[in-house]
């Protein structure tokens, strides 16, 4: 059975860090990409970053870019996201998901399996 089980999400001030991590299990996950999507209250789901199978090449939606990183580990089967400089309007639960693709999509349709996310509270 496929598991993903997200962790590091919490509350912490404007400014601030945090690092969500994404496990994997059940099957490998090396030749699929992965990425991150967050659903605000009253919002839809927002795609906020990916990295394709290999690690190689990474993408950004536009509220984050340049504030957070995504990395993965294929040999731990998982991913990371490195959340810099936060903001208020970063409060969501973060969700990772795993794609039927070594590549990286920024629509839900591409992903097979998703995680149960994890909440972050960004306080001012």
Known sequence: QVQLVESGGGLVQ???????????SGRTFSSSAMSWARQ?????????SGIVSDGSDTYYGDPVKGRFNISRDNAKNTVYLQM????????????CAVARLPRVFNSAAEYDYWGQGTQVTVST
């Open 14 to 24: 404007a400014g601030g860090s945090l690092r969500l991590s994404c496990a994997a």
């Open 40 to 48: 605000a209250p009253g919002k839809g789901l927002e795609w906020v």
């Open 84 to 95: 810099n400089d936060l903001k208020v309007e970063d409060t969501a639960v973060y969700v």
